[in-house]
């Protein structure tokens, strides 16, 4: 941390956010949870400086970008500062999606037994009187915002209802009326609206591709049993889940409820017979502390079976290769994690974070189809291929079949195919006749590619369209046929067919 | 006619289990009557049905009068934190609970704030930590004696307290700071160095140095064990010490310690020197482990 | 000739634990050498080491005990059952205490030595008792690692709370929550039973320094060199902050009597009004760790406390005769939340997460016991009710108080 922050109160720091909140990325910046301004602080000082973050991210207005921190305090955070201030900043959100109504929901059920008097008017302010607000309030506020866009948590609104003397009696008036309403409130044509932004589908975290980082394959690890291994010793050879956690958090529902999911994927892993291919991996955050008997323990109290391919870990060296590899969202006061997101990964067999799955709980299933994704891709050889590359690939398949069956038979075809485009200097490019076999020769690759694709998905469809749409440019080509939309129009079809169908293992189908 | 006497029959029923509850209030509640006889009432309260939050919220409005004798106001606080056990109801008025304990946690009377302190200290209130952490840096805001305040603090191991604690171990303004210090720095492994360094300085008080032995054994066993077997071989060891490391080894050291010839040697000789516990510790320790 | 005797019905050593319910055993001849006849009477009676537990006898699943009973064996080695239990006021006070014998004559042909494993006073145990269940929790704590970990984190979030607080399962979780600790405890030292705080009386023995330890001015406590407890960890800091807001040479005051607590009602609806006073008041009697909720299970004091609840509970199911759950004045049927009907499993031991139920299920499955089936790995809030089996002799559970008889 650099002196000058270090030495900077809680209050001037806030001075520093007041004076972001013209520059929202810069604002947003300050929530990463390894940023300086947390470095050595306290629990309770972060929750001061976060809460004021999200406040002032709402003076602009919450984002998509902004919009995941607001919902991993809704999710998943127990601090009644934060849920109030993030229930506060959703209202800023420009969209009423009914997606965000879960998050409430659970909020509501996260602090219902911790409803704080909160203030908002100046930083680091606590209310000692009534005269102000708290997370429930705000909660029920942004609920009464949603509108009917909360029409799908109506049963867990009476449900509550009918337990409703844990409520104050202005939460049970604010309850009746959001009952009310929504009863009276159509519902929400869902794919009118919009969905969330990428990173938050059906209330847990989806996977996000992450760029190789550097490698870290001698860093010395020990596990639950003492033994002493690399990095690259606990990933050669197999995908790896990786989830980070330490033993003295003091949330239920991150580190606790993270290792008793990894417990969870021990067990379906077995079941759909993967155990060898596929290992977890649980690393603290607080290797000093956390030594290889806690570590086992707090797995085996969790659920975990804790054994070579099942391993809790620590690094005795020290968290920063770990820290760099995975760009890890924790922050510490002397040793101790002050502030850490959830965070889980897919390693492949080089121990490269593949994928990520942030700030919002995961769900078991969905990690492990990740996870047999990139075994599938380990056994094929194959890189990852994300949707945009599909698309790419498709592109250029139809645009390779489009040039060779538009490129013109003579020089003065040309001179009129470039004179019509009228762009500045390709009028001047001479006739390249050379050209048009260098066009048929990439669609007689991608032609192949596509047959080799549909080998290994074993699915036949895309490659026989292309290979019809192919035919039909040629004859076209060659005057037989007047039929290029139709060949163009089968060869993008394919293409795109073909792109995304699923791959299997070579030797082996894995089972759905 | 019919159709009214069930509802009747059933509001007499409802009166009847309410009817104690609001005599006890209104005993409770009366700032006329003698102190003797509204604590007595306390006793009768009942609050473990849901609907008690209006006499949970006249409980938080004795505890926020300055004006009521201190003895009712304590009460109104114990009865109030019983009732976070029982009451269905206590969740409903969790936010005027805790606005009153932070209200009431800079009030005059010192027991009422130390109590107030610790309720909120053990939810780890931010509150009563920016406090607690305000009056160990300036013992003028100070609300409870800094010993108190660490004690309290170190309820949250993420507090801000480690810089303080650090200092207060090196310059402790009473033993009982230090011993508290010590506690809270118990949660640092970084702190290690200072728990074996203070474990074996044979000036510290044995009292400081077994909070050390504590302290060290929950971050480091391993070196625990290695520190408290010098102990037991150091002729020149007070015996409250060699109780202390003797009861470590037999309840916490792997039973490969039996294989220790030197230590067990050691331990047999001491059980028949020494004082009566360190006796009775060294045959305890040669018992689970026959020679 | 010998014969061998099994107590409840096992030859494992493990299972040499009975209460004041009667335990099912068994006798047969394992050596009929010298006997010529197809059967051979034998008498069984109960010895006594002194000051050690006493022990009677049945016949059958049902009539009076006696301190004799004859029973006729055939030689060939099949088992005829008999029933044995502790003799109500005698407790043991260490393992094997108490012998049964089986005689010819006044030949001696075989004899298993049991205890009559009994809840007892914490402010009475003799030394040997309270340093036994001294030394089994402070292993069971083990520097914060061990399983008393998941005790704390059953106990610690509203939504932990919400499964046996502020609503009717409030006695029937805690039982099941002691019990399930208790077998712990058994697991290192089969000896140990949980001793109760009588928080209407005064208890100075318990907060001594050999015992739970005597707190200082501002509340931490103090043990003596030799107690293992002075190495006690839970979440956080060592040692155990426990400040008495009342002399501890008294009861602390404001707490309803056991016999206040007991004219309460004779339906649970009524009694279960104890939640607030005594059980409530007597936790915040003290500052420090127990008198917040999610705090109170790390002070040790805690199960103590809430022994003695469980104790004024079975004393009122005895006295009103209130174990079976078919007697709607048992307990408090209606529209409760899950985990607070009859038929409902209880969190965390059904391993039920999510929804109305906490998202992590620490602990697992209860504890099982080598003497009794009851009440199962995941018991039911019905289970908690006949736990000496006095309407269904299978559901005992293997525990009974010195002051409570069958």
């Not at chain 1, 049963?155 to 309850?175: F, N, V």
């Not at chain 1, 995975?326 to 510490?332: I, K």
């Not at chain 3, 499993?345 to 499955?365: F, K, L, S, Y």
């Amino acid at each position: 941390m650099s002196a000058g922050v270090a030495a900077r109160s809680e209050h001037d720091i806030a001075a520093m956010i007041d004076a972001s909140a013209a520059d929202p990325d810069r604002c947003a910046d300050l929530l990463r949870e390894d940023h300086e301004i947390y470095a050595q602080r306290g629990a309770a000082a972060v929750v001061r400086l976060r809460g004021w973050i999200l406040l002032t991210l709402a003076r602009t207005g919450i984002t998509d970008r902004t919009l995941v921190h607001v919902l991993e305090e809704l999710d998943a955070g127990l601090d009644p500062y934060l849920v109030a201030a993030a229930a506060h900043a959703l209202r800023t959100y420009p969209r009423r999606s009914p997606d965000l109504a879960p998050f409430l929901m659970r909020a509501i059920e996260n602090v219902t037994a911790h409803d704080e008097p909160i203030s908002f008017e100046q930083y680091g302010e606590y209310a000692t009187a009534d005269v102000s607000t708290s997370p429930l309030q705000e909660v029920f506020e942004t609920l009464a915002w949603l509108g009917p866009a909360a029409r799908a948590i109506l049963p867990q609104l009476e449900t509550l209802r009918r337990k409703s003397h844990a409520l104050s009696k202005a939460r049970r008036r604010d309850l009746d009326r959001l009952i009310a309403n929504l009863r009276n409130a159509t519902a929400v044509d869902e794919k009118a609206c919009c969905s969330p932004p990428f990173g938050i589908r059906d209330l847990w975290s989806s996977a996000r591709g992450r760029t190789t980082p550097p490698s870290i394959g001698d860093t010395r690890l020990e596990d639950h049993d003492g033994n002493s291994l690399t990095f690259d010793d606990l990933c050669r050879g197999h995908v790896t889940i990786a989830i980070f956690f330490y033993t003295r958090c003091d949330n239920p529902l991150k580190c606790s409820l993270s290792v008793t999911k990894l417990g969870r994927l021990q067990r379906l892993i077995e079941e759909r017979g993967l155990t060898g291919q596929i290992h977890t991996a649980a690393m603290t955050y607080d290797p000093a502390f956390d030594l290889p008997d806690r570590l086992r323990r707090y797995g085996q109290l969790r659920g975990m079976r804790p054994n070579a391919e099942n391993r809790l870990l620590r690094a005795p060296d020290g968290i920063d290769p770990l820290r760099r590899h995975f760009a890890l969202g924790v922050s510490f006061i002397e040793s101790l994690v002050n502030r850490h997101r959830i965070e889980a990964y897919i390693l492949d067999a080089e121990g490269r974070p593949v994928y990520a799955f942030e700030r919002l709980r995961w769900d078991e299933q969905a990690v492990l189809d990740r996870a047999v994704e990139v075994l599938n891709r380990r056994e094929t050889g194959e890189a990852p291929t994300t949707p945009a590359r599909s698309i790419v690939s498709s592109a250029m398949t139809v645009m390779a079949s489009l040039a060779w069956a538009l490129f013109p038979k003579c020089p003065m075809c040309w001179a009129a195919y470039v004179s019509a485009f009228g762009i500045a200097g390709l009028d001047r490019l001479p006739y390249l006749p050379w050209v048009q076999p260098v066009l048929a020769a990439a669609m007689i690759i991608t032609l192949g590619t596509t047959w080799l694709r549909a080998r290994e998905t074993g699915r036949l469809e895309g490659a026989c369209l292309v290979t019809v749409g192919v035919i039909l440019i040629v004859l076209t080509r060659f005057g037989t046929l007047d039929a290029a939309g139709w060949g163009l129009a089968l060869t993008l079809l394919g293409s795109v067919i073909g792109a995304f169908a699923p791959r299997i293992a070579h030797n082996r189908a894995v089972p759905a | 006619m019919s159709k009214k006497r069930p509802a009747a029959k059933k509001s007499a029923k409802a009166a009847k289990k309410t009817a104690p509850r609001r005599q006890g209030m209104s005993v409770v509640m009366n700032k006329r009557g003698g102190v003797p006889e509204r604590l007595a009432a306390f006793t009768n309260l009942s609050l473990s049905k849901p609907g008690s939050d209006d006499a949970l919220e006249s409980l938080l409005e004795i505890l926020r009068d300055t004006e009521e004798p201190i003895d009712v106001r304590l009460r109104a606080l114990q009865t109030l934190g019983a009732a976070a056990f029982a009451s269905p109801s206590f969740p409903a008025i969790e936010r005027d609970y805790i606005a009153t304990l932070r209200q009431v946690a800079t009030d005059p009377d010192p027991e009422l704030r130390q109590q107030v302190l610790g309720i909120l200290a053990r939810e780890k209130d931010g509150f009563a930590q920016k406090k607690l952490l305000e009056g160990l840096r300036d013992p003028a805001k100070a609300l409870v004696p800094p010993e108190k305040a660490l004690q309290l603090l170190a309820y949250d191991i993420h507090a801000e307290a480690y810089p303080l604690a650090r200092e207060i171990v090196n310059h402790p303004p009473n033993a009982i700071a230090k011993r508290e210090a010590l506690r809270l720095l118990g949660a640092d492994p970084g702190a290690v160095p200072i728990f074996e360094r203070i474990l074996r300085d044979k000036t510290e008080t044995p009292e400081i140095r077994q909070v050390s032995a504590a302290a060290l054994h929950g971050l480091d066993p391993n070196r625990l064990q290695a520190q408290v077997r010098e102990i037991v071989l150091d002729p020149a060891e007070q015996d409250e010490m060699r109780e202390t490391s003797l009861t470590a080894i037999k309840q916490l050291a792997p039973a490969a310690v039996a294989q220790d010839k030197q230590l067990m040697d050691r331990v047999a000789q001491l059980s028949s020197e020494g004082s009566e516990p360190v006796k009775l510790s060294a045959r305890q320790l040669l018992g689970k482990y026959p020679r | 000739m010998r014969v061998e005797l099994q107590i409840n019905n096992t030859p494992d050593e493990k299972a040499r634990f009975i209460a004041w319910a009667p335990a099912p055993c068994r006798i047969r001849v394992s050596d009929p050498s010298g006997t010529s006849s197809p059967t051979v009477s034998v008498t069984i009676t109960g010895k006594s080491a002194a000051g050690g537990g006493a022990i009677v006898f049945r016949k059958a699943a049902s009539g009076t005990f006696a301190s004799t009973i004859s029973l006729t064996l055939p030689t060939d080695g099949t088992s005829v059952p008999f029933f044995v239990a502790g003799k109500f006021g005698s407790p043991s006070t260490t393992a094997g205490d108490v012998t049964v014998e089986a005689r010819t004559g006044t030949t001696l042909v075989g004899s298993v030595p049991l205890m009559v494993r009994i809840r007892k006073n914490a402010n009475t145990l003799t030394t040997a008792e309270r340093d036994r269940f001294v030394s089994a929790l402070a292993q069971l704590n083990n520097q914060g690692t061990g399983r008393y970990q998941d005790f704390c984190d059953m106990h610690a979030t509203q939504l932990s709370l919400d499964q046996g607080h502020g609503a009717p399962a409030f006695l029937p979780w805690h039982r099941a929550y002691l019990l399930d600790l208790e077998r712990e405890l058994q697991s290192f030292d089969p000896s140990v039973t949980l001793p109760y705080w009588r928080f209407d009386q005064a208890a100075a023995n318990i907060f001594s320094l050999d015992f739970l330890g005597a707190a200082d001015s501002i509340g931490t406590v103090q043990f003596s060199a030799g107690n293992p407890l002075r190495f006690w960890r839970t979440t956080g800091v060592p040692g155990i902050n426990r400040r008495p807001l009342f002399p501890t040479a008294s009861a602390p005051p404001g707490l309803r009597t056991e016999t206040q607590t007991l004219d309460l009602g004779n339906r649970y609806a009524l009694f279960r009004e104890m939640e607030f006073n005594p059980h409530g008041s007597a936790h915040t009697s003290f500052g420090g760790l127990i008198r917040n909720p999610a705090t109170a299970p790390r002070d040790p004091l805690f199960f103590l406390l809430h022994c003695n609840v469980d104790r004024l509970w079975a004393k009122w199911q005895k006295k009103n005769k209130r174990f079976d759950p078919a007697v709607a004045a048992s307990f408090e049927s209606g529209a409760n939340d899950p985990g607070h009907n009859l038929p409902d499993t209880m969190w965390p031991w059904n391993g039920v997460t999510g929804g109305t139920r906490p998202p992590t299920a620490p602990g697992g499955e209860l504890a099982s016991s080598p003497c009794v089936n009851a009440p199962g790995p995941s018991p039911r809030v019905r289970d908690s009710l006949d736990f000496q089996g006095a309407i269904d002799p299978a559901a005992v559970m293997g525990f009974g108080y010195d002051d409570t008889a069958f």
